[in-house]
């Protein structure tokens, strides 16, 4: 009876929340869209590169689905390892297939690059057998080497997808068909494929989403001649100084997003991953026969190779010196990141972008957790409200990165305000791409919470203050550490958004690992794999934690009425 | 004491309580029983203080507490599914309401333990909700309820979630418990059984509405409806018109039979349904009030026997005796007038 008063906390419950999208996202997407018009009034139709913005696009959707399709086709088999056999060094490869997915792009592109760049281990290996002057393998800037990268970077979230709804394909039914005379074949095409397709399609919808925005990895892996929607809108703002078509662009990469996230959403699909595929033993088996024993082999020789092999080279390349006296180990590359050389582009020792990365990510998910927390809390107040408010907090669900760089930039990071907002820039953009990451957690969470819980906390005397302190509170911290550690892990590598806000003096990692890479000499490759080899520890760590949050879940242990003994 | 006043209620457009008023006594134990999903779980919430209303008052002691917050009202809801705190344990649980009272820590102690030795759940105190049994639960929940003394207990179906065997043993406790305390329970339940032992008093919720209320023994042997007398299990139904209304006679297809004095008049020629329950029949010893069947089938029950009858024209029925009859066999059936429920045949409704 009193919940549905409005009174001046349940206003402000809701006005933070949206008062915080609308100074941070719409303000800045309404900064792009004006810069854009402005231009367009002046000159129309034909003041701008529409060549460019052909080709950029065209580039971005083809490259986007090659990648796709090329992810599908490794991660179909590899889902299908996980969610039918049992066999050694599984627990292994599911935690080395978990990990690329939360990796920043800087690191996976680093990693690529210590294997099979110019200087990467593969190339350096080559050119010391067979005597060579040059890296055989020129693979760096090539498609090649972004599609590669790509199917590195979201086998996983196949596998994921794909893998928890195959484990749910009960044997019986397949084995069902088989007795019933359909061959292997049919009980594929007839039984299994219907059962798994909307896992099937949510996998690849996702993936062409993360395919259709990635940014880091184009522009470290791919080189000057490609650019996709997002890397030309950082190109034309850095280099070219050209607002107005990266606003441009920016408008029909936001178009496109929302389009993908919309499908997405509309299909009643979630843009979630589900954290890792627990295995449903009674669909398990050991491989028996000599194709099942080959297939398990491969395969998992294959996943090794394709997801662990990269950053094995990473931290090989970040732990082993070459000089005159050959090679060794050494932490030469870790100690120098405490120096502040003259020679350093910074003004300051590298490892500070460690704790600059820190201090943002920790300020980035508790902005995030505690925004999360309040719209969690606001939306099921009202049904019509939280209805606007869930369509607003769609749309930066289906904005780039970039996009969230260039308008913040753009409203905030010139003129007269800039001063005053710069330091917050950063932790204010991860915290928007991470909201709806924290939010896909807080919320079923908290929708779990059975009402009649809450009801007897009211009976027993517990005002509504007191229900959230005491019952709900303790229920859900599970998953809201969770989505903070979510939240850090995507603030600590967050590259996109960052590359338009950071400052020279205040780098965050990736944007280090990005200018060291780009540099010469063995010293600054050697630091930028060292960089990245911490980035790549705290994001692993994270999971971890993640991953042990996860155990005695609350869901696991919900009152079931066990029969008496 | 509880008044409730005209209550209406809407759910998802459809009416799922409709004109609800009663008032209920200092220490008197109220049973409603109806089927499930007839709204008696949003009465207990609404009286909780836990739902909005379209209209009525909730009043206690004459006083409107129909906007009070559920939180202040200090009326005590059990759940059907205990709704135990699962991150508690079960001391926890328990002194959950004294908690919020902001008691001294010694106070709540010796409460809790009071508590839990009432419902003999004091070696369970450290243990989690959850590696609990459901009869467990159940204790746990009622020692929660009862520890902040609350001015008005309700239970919605206490024992609904249990299996036989132990519902019937823990109903002999919460009996045992609910004497002790002296103050009115609302208790909830789909189950007539469970009604009869608990009930001073019945309200049957049917369709939004309370269509009948009384001791126990007045509802279940003069049902006002039809509708009620099935509900109760009296599966029995012979229709035909009224011959004579003082004493009430009815021609059936199958004899004459004479009632016992009922809720309502009947004219004569008015067409109506008899019902028989199961203990109204034996064996006749003359002519009078008598139906000529077939034993079709005997089913051993431990008290007796269901047996299976058929009428001359085909009707089936089923009575309970004492001892078994020979299968096939035909007997002639006595009914005992005051056993007899009458009511105006509703169209529509075959026999």
Same mark, same amino acid.
């Given at each position: 009876?009193?919940?549905?008063?409005?009174?001046?906390?349940?206003?402000?419950?809701?006005?933070?929340?949206?008062?915080?999208?609308?100074?941070?996202?719409?303000?800045?997407?309404?900064?792009?869209?004006?810069?854009?018009?402005?231009?367009?009034?002046?000159?129309?139709?034909?003041?701008?590169?529409?060549?460019?913005?052909?080709?950029?696009?065209?580039?971005?959707?083809?490259?986007?689905?090659?990648?796709?399709?090329?992810?599908?086709?490794?991660?179909?088999?590899?889902?299908?390892?996980?969610?039918?056999?049992?066999?050694?060094?599984?627990?292994?490869?599911?935690?080395?297939?978990?990990?690329?997915?939360?990796?920043?792009?800087?690191?996976?592109?680093?990693?690529?690059?210590?294997?099979?760049?110019?200087?990467?281990?593969?190339?350096?290996?080559?050119?010391?057998?067979?005597?060579?002057?040059?890296?055989?393998?020129?693979?760096?800037?090539?498609?090649?080497?972004?599609?590669?990268?790509?199917?590195?970077?979201?086998?996983?979230?196949?596998?994921?997808?794909?893998?928890?709804?195959?484990?749910?394909?009960?044997?019986?039914?397949?084995?069902?068909?088989?007795?019933?005379?359909?061959?292997?074949?049919?009980?594929?095409?007839?039984?299994?494929?219907?059962?798994?397709?909307?896992?099937?399609?949510?996998?690849?919808?996702?993936?062409?989403?993360?395919?259709?925005?990635?940014?880091?990895?184009?522009?470290?892996?791919?080189?000057?001649?490609?650019?996709?929607?997002?890397?030309?809108?950082?190109?034309?703002?850095?280099?070219?100084?050209?607002?107005?078509?990266?606003?441009?662009?920016? !408008? =029909?990469? &936001? #178009?496109?997003?929302?389009? @993908?996230?919309?499908?997405?959403? %509309?299909?009643?699909? *979630? $843009?979630?991953?589900?954290?890792?595929?627990?295995?449903?033993?009674?669909?398990?088996?050991?491989?028996?026969?000599?194709?099942?024993?080959?297939?398990?082999?491969?395969?998992?020789?294959?996943?090794?190779?394709?997801?662990?092999?990269? !950053? =094995?080279? &990473? #931290?090989?390349?970040?732990? @082993?010196?070459?000089?005159?006296? %050959?090679?060794?180990? *050494? $932490?030469?590359?870790?100690?120098?990141?405490?120096?502040?050389?003259?020679?350093?582009?910074?003004?300051?020792?590298?490892?500070?972008?460690?704790?600059?990365?820190?201090?943002?990510?920790?300020?980035?998910?508790?902005?995030?957790?505690? !925004?999360?927390? &309040?719209?969690?809390?606001?939306?099921?107040?009202?049904?019509?409200?939280?209805?606007?408010?869930?369509?607003?907090?769609?749309?930066?669900?289906?904005?780039?990165?970039?996009?969230?760089?260039?308008?913040?930039?753009?409203?905030?990071?010139?003129?007269?305000?800039?001063?005053?907002?710069?330091?917050?820039?950063?932790?204010?953009?991860?915290?928007?791409?991470?909201?709806?990451?924290?939010?896909?957690?807080?919320?079923?969470?908290?929708?779990?919470?059975?009402?009649?819980?809450?009801?007897?906390?009211?009976?027993?005397?517990?005002?509504?203050?007191?229900?959230?302190?005491?019952?709900?509170?303790?229920?859900?911290?599970?998953?809201?550490?969770?989505?903070?550690?979510?939240?850090?892990?995507?603030?600590?590598?967050?590259?996109?958004?960052?590359?338009?806000?950071?400052?020279?003096?205040?780098?965050?990692?990736?944007?280090?690992?990005?200018?060291?890479?780009?540099?010469?000499?063995?010293?600054?490759?050697?630091?930028?794999?060292?960089?990245?080899?911490?980035?790549?520890?705290?994001?692993?760590?994270?999971?971890?934690?993640?991953?042990?949050?996860?155990?005695?879940?609350?869901?696991?242990?919900?009152?079931?009425?066990?029969?008496?003994? | 004491?509880?008044?409730?006043?005209?209550?209406?209620?809407?759910?998802?457009?459809?009416?799922?309580?409709?004109?609800?008023?009663?008032?209920?006594?200092?220490?008197?134990?109220?049973?409603?029983?109806?089927?499930?999903?007839?709204?008696?779980?949003?009465?207990?919430?609404?009286?909780?203080?836990?739902?909005?209303?379209?209209?009525?008052?909730?009043?206690?002691?004459?006083?409107?507490?129909?906007?009070?917050?559920?939180?202040?009202?200090?009326?005590?809801?059990?759940?059907?599914?205990?709704?135990?705190?699962?991150?508690?344990?079960?001391?926890?649980?328990?002194?959950?309401?004294?908690?919020?009272?902001?008691?001294?820590?010694?106070?709540?102690?010796?409460?809790?333990?009071?508590?839990?030795?009432?419902?003999?759940?004091?070696?369970?105190?450290?243990?989690?909700?959850?590696?609990?049994?459901?009869?467990?639960?159940?204790?746990?929940?009622?020692?929660?309820?009862?520890?902040?003394?609350?001015?008005?207990?309700?239970?919605?179906?206490?024992?609904?979630?249990?299996?036989?065997?132990?519902?019937?043993?823990?109903?002999?406790?919460?009996?045992?418990?609910?004497?002790?305390?002296?103050?009115?329970?609302?208790?909830?339940?789909?189950?007539?059984?469970?009604?009869?032992?608990?009930?001073?008093?019945?309200?049957?919720?049917?369709?939004?509405?309370?269509?009948?209320?009384?001791?126990?023994?007045?509802?279940?042997?003069?049902?006002?409806?039809?509708?009620?007398?099935?509900?109760?299990?009296?599966?029995?139904?012979?229709?035909?018109?009224?011959?004579?209304?003082?004493?009430?006679?009815?021609?059936?297809?199958?004899?004459?039979?004479?009632?016992?004095?009922?809720?309502?008049?009947?004219?004569?020629?008015?067409?109506?349904?008899?019902?028989?329950?199961?203990?109204?029949?034996?064996?006749?010893?003359?002519?009078?009030?008598?139906?000529?069947?077939?034993?079709?089938?005997?089913?051993?029950?431990?008290?007796?026997?269901?047996?299976?009858?058929?009428?001359?024209?085909?009707?089936?029925?089923?009575?309970?005796?004492?001892?078994?009859?020979?299968?096939?066999?035909?007997?002639?059936?006595?009914?005992?007038?005051?056993?007899?429920?009458?009511?105006?045949?509703?169209?529509?409704?075959?026999?």
């Amino acid at each position: 009876m009193q919940s549905k008063r409005w009174n001046a906390g349940r206003l402000a419950l809701w006005l933070l929340p949206l008062g915080f999208l609308l100074a941070f996202y719409f303000f800045p997407l309404g900064k792009i869209a004006a810069l854009s018009l402005s231009k367009w009034r002046q000159n129309g139709l034909t003041g701008w590169d529409w060549g460019l913005v052909g080709r950029t696009a065209g580039f971005t959707f083809y490259q986007a689905v090659l990648s796709t399709l090329l992810t599908l086709v490794v991660g179909m088999p590899a889902a299908y390892l996980f969610s039918r056999f049992r066999f050694r060094g599984k627990g292994f490869l599911r935690v080395a297939s978990t990990l690329p997915f939360i990796l920043p792009t800087v690191v996976v592109a680093a990693a690529f690059n210590a294997l099979i760049g110019p200087h990467g281990w593969l190339n350096q290996g080559l050119m010391a057998a067979f005597q060579l002057a040059q890296p055989p393998i020129v693979i760096q800037n090539s498609l090649a080497a972004i599609l590669l990268a790509h199917v590195f970077y979201n086998t996983s979230i196949v596998i994921r997808v794909v893998s928890t709804a195959w484990e749910g394909v009960d044997l019986r039914l397949e084995n069902a068909a088989r007795t019933l005379g359909a061959s292997p074949a049919r009980v594929f095409r007839q039984v299994t494929l219907p059962l798994i397709r909307p896992a099937l399609i949510s996998a690849f919808l996702l993936v062409f989403l993360f395919d259709f925005t990635s940014f880091g990895v184009i522009l470290m892996l791919g080189g000057p001649q490609f650019s996709t929607l997002e890397v030309e809108i950082y190109i034309q703002t850095m280099q070219f100084l050209n607002l107005p078509l990266a606003g441009l662009l920016s !408008l =029909i990469q &936001l #178009v496109f997003c929302m389009g @993908i996230t919309a499908l997405i959403i %509309g299909t009643g699909r *979630s $843009l979630s991953v589900p954290v890792m595929p627990r295995g449903n033993q009674e669909n398990l088996r050991k491989p028996k026969k000599a194709p099942e024993k080959l297939f398990v082999f491969i395969m998992s020789f294959f996943l090794v190779f394709l997801l662990v092999m990269p !950053l =094995i080279a &990473l #931290v090989g390349q970040a732990l @082993i010196v070459s000089d005159q006296n %050959g090679w060794h180990l *050494s $932490l030469q590359y870790f100690r120098q990141l405490f120096v502040n050389s003259r020679q350093s582009i910074f003004y300051v020792p590298p490892i500070d972008a460690l704790r600059n990365s820190l201090l943002y990510a920790l300020t980035a998910s508790s902005l995030a957790l505690g !925004l999360g927390m &309040l719209l969690a809390i606001a939306t099921r107040a009202s049904r019509i409200l939280s209805r606007v408010l869930n369509w607003l907090v769609l749309l930066p669900l289906g904005t780039s990165a970039v996009t969230f760089g260039l308008g913040l930039y753009l409203a905030f990071g010139t003129g007269r305000t800039a001063l005053r907002w710069y330091p917050l820039l950063i932790p204010l953009a991860h915290a928007l791409i991470a909201l709806p990451f924290v939010l896909n957690l807080i919320e079923p969470a908290l929708n779990a919470i059975p009402a009649n819980l809450k009801w007897a906390a009211r009976t027993l005397g517990a005002s509504p203050r007191a229900v959230w302190r005491r019952v709900e509170l303790p229920i859900i911290w599970r998953s809201a550490l969770t989505a903070f550690v979510y939240a850090f892990a995507i603030s600590l590598g967050e590259f996109g958004a960052t590359s338009f806000l950071t400052r020279p003096d205040i780098p965050t990692l990736p944007i280090a690992v990005y200018r060291y890479l780009n540099l010469p000499g063995s010293l600054n490759y050697g630091q930028a794999m060292a960089m990245s080899v911490i980035l790549l520890a705290v994001c692993a760590l994270s999971m971890f934690l993640v991953d042990r949050l996860q155990l005695p879940g609350w869901s696991d242990n919900t009152r079931k009425v066990q029969p008496d003994a | 004491m509880l008044e409730i006043r005209n209550i209406h209620k809407y759910y998802e457009k459809q009416l799922l309580l409709d004109d609800i008023s009663f008032t209920l006594g200092a220490d008197e134990t109220v049973c409603l029983l109806g089927p499930s999903g007839g709204g008696k779980s949003t009465l207990l919430r609404i009286i909780a203080g836990l739902e909005e209303l379209e209209s009525g008052q909730v009043l206690w002691d004459g006083q409107d507490i129909t906007h009070e917050p559920a939180h202040l009202r200090r009326f005590g809801l059990m759940f059907q599914d205990y709704a135990l705190f699962p991150h508690m344990n079960v001391r926890e649980n328990v002194a959950f309401g004294l908690r919020m009272q902001r008691l001294p820590d010694d106070e709540i102690h010796r409460r809790t333990d009071e508590a839990l030795a009432l419902v003999n759940m004091n070696a369970f105190a450290k243990r989690r909700v959850t590696d609990l049994s459901g009869g467990e639960q159940q204790r746990v929940a009622l020692a929660r309820a009862l520890v902040p003394h609350p001015r008005l207990l309700m239970l919605d179906e206490p024992l609904g979630a249990l299996d036989r065997a132990l519902r019937e043993q823990l109903s002999e406790d919460l009996r045992a418990v609910l004497q002790q305390m002296d103050i009115p329970v609302i208790y909830v339940t789909h189950d007539q059984e469970e009604a009869f032992t608990f009930g001073d008093r019945l309200f049957i919720l049917h369709e939004g509405r309370i269509i009948q209320s009384g001791s126990p023994d007045q509802v279940y042997n003069h049902p006002d409806s039809l509708w009620l007398a099935a509900f109760f299990g009296h599966k029995n139904r012979l229709d035909g018109h009224v011959v004579e209304s003082e004493p009430l006679r009815v021609r059936t297809a199958d004899g004459l039979l004479e009632c016992g004095p009922q809720s309502q008049e009947y004219q004569k020629g008015q067409i109506v349904t008899v019902v028989l329950p199961l203990d109204a029949a034996s064996l006749a010893a003359d002519e009078k009030n008598t139906l000529d069947a077939w034993v079709k089938d005997i089913r051993f029950q431990g008290m007796g026997y269901m047996i299976d009858f058929q009428l001359a024209h085909g009707q089936e029925m089923t009575f309970f005796f004492n001892e078994s009859l020979p299968r096939g066999g035909q007997v002639r059936l006595a009914l005992q007038p005051h056993s007899i429920l009458c009511f105006p045949k509703i169209e529509g409704q075959g026999t």
